[in-house]
Structures are given as structure tokens and as C-alpha cells.
């Protein structure tokens, strides 16, 4: 029976952090994966991904999955694809099935379990419907398999998973009819709602999904209205066309070899539920199994990928390939890292579980707790006048300014790297909001397409003697055409004024995010904040 | 067909090399190394299974091989996950009464 240092259970990114990690320090590493491609579900993400410049900030999912694959190919780590494990032994000896017919053994010292999670069902009277799929289904659909998975949409569930899907949905050419939300707050990040809400779709709040109707498929979608206890509000049901519908609710740990393997679970419903404990080393209660990703929690890539690290550190350093006083250095700093990804108030449930399942001081990150006021249910202008990227009026009438509408804590800062006269910082915590020194902002833009959550904004008052220009981030087809006259729209897709297209910016450095620039009348230089989408061919 | 030609990030889709499979006996076009479910949604067939008891049609669901919504008859193998299988030219996907004992001959 082969004989390995460490055996990683699932090839996404915790898993290939995991593995890179470990084999970096000399240990010799084999990843299994029961499909038939690596990366889990990162080569669907195709939007540029949040954090600091460490977590690889401002590139997109599947580029860091590319990265991640060329990382392990280098390091010599074999992945198994389409291999199942069918049992995990005392011993350790685990059994795998490739290709669903070839049984092989292998019998390593290290377990790392990256098996991921499982999106969560909503049921209602036609769920089984064909047309009701998971966002995930869909975001496979469009994203990999290049095919729309239906015509007119509706999504449910404001998570950030909700909100991404929906934009990839229209960047693919789908029609997104609402998403739906039962609360009365955007789950996800706000600037991930703000990019829908431009594209004019609408975000209906409060309200739940009673039925999908359809003879064969869905063809219809019932809504109604929740009041503060949650209950159905008669009489306020409405109904509208859809083809498909969406379900964004939510991810379980998929803890099938978990449990399988024997580890103690434990119920953590802000981290999806039923998850292995683990301790600070990411070790579970088995001694020499080790669980990273969504596994151990359900939280965002970035945070999966430093988890693997972290496990493949700890299983490095538990055979010995780590210098004992070198071990802590590495740890500290990964949670650190793990520490500003949870911090903020979208994070702060994750980060008290997290602690409160590790039952350690280490985890604590430098910063303070985070004591952030309750969100809006939506972010107006006023807000991000009141915030401390928004330029002064004073300042907007000097001429070319960034003006960054970003009012809410979320672990994120490659605006601040972007920029080259240093005018935009973040001080502390990379939750904290960007402040921009007004004065030093030349006007340059370069920070528009740095920016994971398209919320800043190039404004000019002085474009010429009757018009300002306003520039923003753009990520559909068809691109208009300078010259072209479009309609100009606001932060919530409605149309404003009739604008015409100076500049459509689309170098390389931007990565697929075109810098558009408009005319505007001066009036207008608060509100068009985008331009009403093109139809495709 | 409804696939994703263009697009603003991904650019325009790779030239693939087209498969015929058949449906229920029907020929239609697939691309090579795409999924079955990709390749029935692209040819905008919604109905993969029917279910035993309630005569339920039922589609992708997960797209990733967990939820077994999707199984199918592919090349006379009952429970079959199209979702992560691949086409081979020639294939025959089947759909799938309850438990695959049946045949299925309502599609139009």
C-alpha cells in the first residue's frame, strides 16, 4: 500500500492551500477530488475577489485557482481526479474508487478533510419543479458550461452568493426578473447589491416565495410579504413570470467524510450548522485529521484558502518539517490574516463562533471588537456623503476627483494599493472604510477598476462649460461606443437623463472591468452613476 | 440553444468540437467535454427524470453532483448524475422513470 506524509481530501482552494503548504515544507502530498476537475468551486468564481493585497484582492476566483494549480503543479503535488474515498479507517488507511470502478487503498500520515459544503434547499409547493435549481447550479451553468440556465430569473436570497449569481447571470445575458429577500437587510455586501441595483434589477425585501407554478416546468412565481415575526401577510401575494428560479439560502458543511472518519461535530448555525470541531491548529478531534475551508465553516474563498494553509501548515509541522520555533510564527500570521477577513460587522457572528469553537485567545486578531452600528437596510447618497471617501463639494468643483461610495465595513483594500499619489487609506484594520486625502487625489482613476466592489467613481464638474463627466466601472456586453448617446442611470437602474459616452477604458490593467466616462448635465454629477444596458445580439 | 458566446470576462467561447448524442432517440448537437445537463439545457430540454410515485418531473438541481436530481439512463445505466458526466459522441441519454426500470416515451 502507498505510504504518504499527508493525504488532502478535496482539490479547491482549501484544500490546494493545504496541499501547497505542507508540500512546500517537504512533506510529500496527494490530493483527492471526486471530480473530474480541480479547484472545487473557484473556477466558477469569475468576479475579482475582496481582502488585501495577501489574499490576492482584486483578482478574480478562477485566475487565484489558476494560480493555485500552477503553485501545486510546481511543487510536484499529484491530484487525483474523479476519485471517491469510500471509507477513512482508524489506522488512517483510506479507500478510494477512481473513476468509479478502480478500488485503491492508501495509507498516509495526515488527513487534511477539504470536502466543502452543500447549498441548502427552500421548499415550497413547486420546488421540485424543473427550473428550480441552486445558485450554484446556475453560476456552474453560465460561468463553466457557457449555457444560460433559463431565460428570466428570479433569485432568492440576498446573501452574497444571491447577489454575485444574479450579476453573473446578466454578464452572461440572462434576464434577472428580483431577487427576493425575506429580511428586511441585504445579507450579502452591500456593494455587491449596489452593482444589481444599477443594472436596474429590483430587490424586493421582506418578502418570500409561497409557490413556483408550472405544467411541466416553472412558468410562474407567487411571492408575499413577511411581517416582523415572519408570518405571511394576507393578501399580499403577487405573481410574475419566470422561467427559473434561484435558490441562494445558504451552505451546510458537507461533513459526510467527517462524520464518516469519526470526528466530534458540533452545531454552529452563523458557520452553516454541523461542522468537526477543531482547535487552533485546524486539527480536529481526531489526532492527525485535520479540516480547512467550508468544511470547518461556511465563509467566503479567501478565508477557505488561509484555513488550508493554516491546516497544511499544522500537518507540515506535526511531522516534523517545521522547526518547532518557527511553527508558531506561521500560525500567528495566518490568523491574523483569517483575523481582518472576519472582522467587521458582516463578520463578526463568524469570528465569535470561530472563537468560541477554538476556545482560544489566538484567534483574537490585533484589532479591537468590533463594535460597528447596525447597517441601513440601504445605502443612499447621503451615506456616502457622510463617509470618508466622499470628496467635499468644494473639492468636486476643483475638478477631477475619486468619489468612493463605500459605506460599509467589509475586509477589502486594494483601492488603497492602487492608487499612486497615496490618496486613499485605510488605517488599522482593512475593514475599516477608505478614507480619501481629497487634496492628494489627482483625479487619475486608476482606482476604479481596482475596486472588487465597482463603488468608486471618477468625477470631473469641469468636463466642459454646461457638462460634468462622471466615470464608473462596467462589465457588460455589448460596450457602448464613444459618440453613442445611452441613457444615464441611477444607483437604483433608473433611467435619469439621456448622456453621451466620452470614453470606454478597457486595457489590459483593468481586467475585463471597462472604465466608461459620460457627459452629464452638472445637475446630474450625484445621481448617473451607470448607463442602462445594451441589449445583446 | 441558449449558450453564452460572448462574454464581457470569460471572452468568447472556445471553438469545440460538436458531438451528436441522442435524447429519448433524438439526435441532438453537444460540444465535446461539456456535461449531459449542460448539453440538454442548451438544447432547452427541462425534463430529465420522472419520479415513481407522484410522476414528478424533475431537472438539474445542484449542477454539482450532490443532490442526484439530475440521474438519467446514459448508454443503458440507470442513475446516471448528467451533471457531472461527460458527453462522448454517440452517447444515449434516456430519461429516467423512477428507478430506470421503465422507458420513457412522453417526450415530444
Given amino acids: 500500500m502507498k505510504e504518504i506524509d499527508l493525504l488532502v481530501i478535496g482539490a479547491g482552494p482549501a484544500g490546494l492551500g493545504a496541499a501547497i503548504e505542507a508540500g512546500r515544507y517537504g512533506a510529500s502530498v496527494i490530493i483527492v477530488d471526486d471530480q473530474d476537475k480541480p479547484g472545487g468551486q473557484l ?13 490576492q484582492a482584486s483578482i478574480r476566483g478562477f485566475q487565484i485557482g489558476q494560480e493555485l494549480l500552477a503553485e501545486a503543479g510546481a511543487l510536484g503535488i499529484e491530484i487525483n481526479l474523479s476519485t471517491k474515498v469510500t471509507g477513512i479507517f482508524d489506522d488512517k488507511i483510506v479507500s478510494l474508487i477512481t473513476d468509479d470502478e478502480n478500488v485503491s487503498s492508501i495509507k498516509p500520515r495526515k488527513i487534511v478533510l477539504a470536502t466543502g459544503g452543500a447549498e441548502k434547499a427552500l421548499t415550497f409547493p413547486g420546488w421540485t419543479l424543473p427550473g428550480v435549481i441552486t445558485a450554484g447550479a446556475a453560476q456552474t451553468l453560465c460561468n463553466i458550461e457557457r449555457v444560460l440556465p433559463g431565460k428570466r430569473i428570479v433569485m432568492i436570497g440576498s446573501g452574497n452568493v444571491g447577489l454575485i449569481v444574479s450579476y453573473q447571470l446578466l454578464q452572461a445575458g440572462a434576464e434577472v426578473a428580483a431577487l427576493i429577500e425575506a429580511g428586511n437587510k441585504i445579507g450579502g455586501y452591500a456593494v455587491h447589491a449596489a452593482k444589481i441595483k444599477r443594472a436596474g434589477i429590483p430587490i424586493i425585501m421582506g418578502h418570500t416565495i409561497i409557490s413556483a407554478k408550472g405544467k411541466n416546468q416553472v412558468e410562474e412565481i407567487e411571492i408575499i410579504a413577511l411581517d416582523k415575526n415572519w408570518n405571511h401577510i394576507p393578501g399580499s401575494e403577487k405573481s410574475f413570470k419566470a422561467d427559473t428560479i434561484c435558490l441562494a439560502v445558504g451552505l451546510n458543511p458537507d461533513t459526510r467524510l467527517a462524520r464518516l472518519a469519526g470526528c466530534r461535530m458540533e452545531y454552529y448555525p452563523s458557520l452553516g450548522g454541523f461542522l468537526p470541531l477543531h482547535d487552533v491548529n485546524m486539527e480536529s478531534s481526531i489526532n492527525g485529521i485535520f479540516v480547512a475551508g467550508d468544511l470547518a465553516g461556511i465563509e467566503e474563498a479567501n478565508t477557505a ?33 483569517l483575523g481582518s477577513l472576519r472582522d467587521g460587522s458582516l463578520g463578526a457572528k463568524r469570528l465569535s463562533a470561530k472563537r468560541e469553537l477554538i476556545g482560544e485567545k489566538e484567534i483574537h486578531t490585533d484589532l479591537s471588537d468590533s463594535n460597528t452600528p447596525d447597517q441601513p437596510a440601504d445605502y443612499t447618497l447621503k451615506d456616502f456623503q457622510e463617509s470618508p471617501g466622499f470628496p467635499s463639494e468644494n473639492r468636486i468643483k476643483r475638478g477631477a476627483v475619486a468619489c468612493i461610495e463605500c459605506a460599509q465595513e467589509i475586509p477589502c483594500n ?12 485605510i488605517k488599522d484594520s482593512i475593514t475599516k472604510l477608505p478614507f480619501l486625502d481629497q487634496n492628494r487625489c ?71 472591468t471597462a472604465i466608461i466616462t ?12 451607470s448607463i442602462k444596458r445594451g441589449v445583446r445580439k | 440553444m441558449n449558450r453564452v458566446t460572448e462574454h464581457p470576462i470569460l471572452g468568447s467561447m472556445e471553438t469545440v468540437k460538436q458531438v451528436e448524442i441522442t435524447i429519448d432517440g433524438k439526435v441532438i448537437t453537444a460540444l465535446e467535454g461539456e456535461t449531459i445537463a449542460a448539453a440538454l439545457s442548451a438544447n432547452n430540454i427541462r425534463i430529465f427524470r420522472q419520479t415513481t410515485r407522484f410522476k414528478t418531473f ?3 438541481f445542484c449542477g454539482i453532483g450532490q443532490c442526484t436530481d439530475c440521474i438519467m439512463i446514459v448508454d443503458g445505466k440507470p442513475n446516471v448524475r448528467t451533471c457531472v458526466t461527460r458527453v462522448k459522441a454517440g452517447m444515449s441519454v434516456r430519461t429516467q422513470i423512477g428507478r430506470g426500470e421503465e422507458i420513457f416515451h412522453e417526450r415530444d
Avoid at chain 1, 417 to 422: A, E, L, N
Avoid at chain 1, 518 to 529: E, M, N, S, T, Y
Fill in chain 2, 58 to 60: 424533475r431537472k438539474i
Fill in chain 1, 305 to 337: 484558502l488561509d484555513e488550508g494553509r493554516l491546516a497544511g501548515i499544522s500537518s507540515a509541522a506535526s511531522l516534523g518539517y517545521i522547526k518547532k520555533e518557527l511553527f508558531p510564527e506561521l500560525r500567528k500570521e495566518i490568523w491574523g490574516r
Fill in chain 1, 43 to 55: 473556477f466558477k468564481q469569475i468576479h475579482k475577489f475582496f481582502g488585501s493585497k495577501e489574499h
Fill in chain 1, 414 to 425: 486594494p483601492c488603497v494599493d492602487s492608487c499612486p499619489s497615496g490618496a486613499i487609506i
Fill in chain 1, 518 to 529: 459620460v457627459a452629464v448635465d452638472k445637475i446630474f454629477i450625484h445621481d448617473i452613476r
Fill in chain 1, 442 to 512: 489627482t483625479g487619475c482613476g486608476l482606482c476604479l477598476a481596482s475596486c472588487p466592489g465597482q463603488a468608486i467613481f471618477l468625477l470631473n464638474y469641469h468636463y466642459s462649460d454646461c457638462k460634468a463627466s462622471v466615470s464608473f466601472p462596467y462589465e457588460y456586453l455589448p460596450l457602448p461606443n464613444p459618440g453613442e448617446t445611452v441613457m444615464g442611470v441611477n444607483r437604483d437602474g433608473k433611467p435619469v437623463a439621456p448622456v453621451e459616452i466620452i470614453k470606454v477604458d478597457n486595457r489590459k490593467r483593468n481586467d475585463h
